[in-house]
């Protein structure tokens, strides 16, 4: 298989439930429809669709017998309602982040909360409104995207890594230095064993001045990659600095 899941589109769940008590009980289907991906050759992933028809809230895995047994593919679901709103949502955060590059920010805040709108919990169009407000240093609204990341686990998976180094680095470049260690500890309670979390979190601690914590990070980041060129030198400035 891919490195990524392969989607495989929508799919209904329907539960039989009961209305009502004793004689004037009245049978009820309940159907909801699911996003599904294939993770694995035996197993599979399930997300709820929102009102938009978009994927959106906690995924669950099953394995394969269980998503077979239990789900139904709807094709017809999927083209007519999930396929363009996933588009437009697409096209939305794709307008945001140009508009970013371009420096246009009040541009790319419509863009990516034109996106939240259709799906709240979208981590593209967090990553992107949260770079826009760490850059314009509007605390409070970036501390809200923040708390959304925080509460998402799939922000901090390989999937999304690229964007999870910029906002990083975004948040302690614009000087939102608490902001920055809450988002990288948060990581590493999801991977204790990412060298370039410890080495990320050394920097943002020795630009606040926190000379003994920053060491502790980059023996922390060696001790997983002893080959850390980065990291060595960094350590060797760092115990000079406190030499002196």
């Keep these: 298989m891919s490195e990524y ?3 495989l589109g929508v799919y ?3 539960i039989d439930a009961e209305i009502g008590t004793g004689g004037t009980a009245v049978s009820h289907d309940n159907v909801t429809y699911w996003y599904a991906r294939q993770l694995s050759e035996k197993e599979f992933e399930v997300q709820p669709l929102n009102a938009h028809h978009v994927p959106s809230g906690v995924r669950s895995s099953l394995q394969e017998l269980d998503f077979l047994k239990q789900y139904t593919p709807e094709p017809k679901y999927y083209k007519l309602h999930t396929v363009p709103a996933l588009k437009t949502l697409a096209r939305k955060i794709k307008m945001g982040e140009q508009a970013f590059a371009d420096g246009n920010l009040d541009d790319a805040e419509q863009q990516f909360i034109k996106a939240l709108m259709i799906d709240d919990k979208n981590i593209d169009a967090n990553y992107g409104l949260g770079e826009v407000y760490s850059k314009k240093k509007e605390f409070e609204k970036l501390k809200k995207v923040l708390n959304t990341l925080l509460g ?3 922000a901090f998976s390989y999937e999304h890594r690229q964007k999870f180094n910029r906002f990083g680095i975004s948040l ?3 000087g939102h230095y608490d ?4 988002y990288y500890k948060k990581s590493l ?3 204790e064993s990412d ?3 410890y080495f990320n979190l050394a920097r943002v601690f020795f630009e606040k001045g926190l000379n003994d914590q920053c060491i502790t990070n980059l023996e922390q980041a060696l001790s997983i990659n002893p080959d850390f060129v980065e990291a060595q030198k960094f350590l060797k400035y760092c115990k000079k600095q406190k030499q002196l």
Aim: proline share 5%; glycine share 0%; hydrophobic share 30%.
């Design 5 to 7: 899941p392969e989607v």
């Design 12 to 14: 209904s769940l329907q």
């Design 179 to 182: 902001e920055s260690i809450r």
């Design 152 to 154: 998402l686990d799939e």
């Design 172 to 174: 302690r470049k614009n």
């Design 189 to 191: 309670e999801i991977v």
């Design 195 to 197: 060298e370039n979390v």
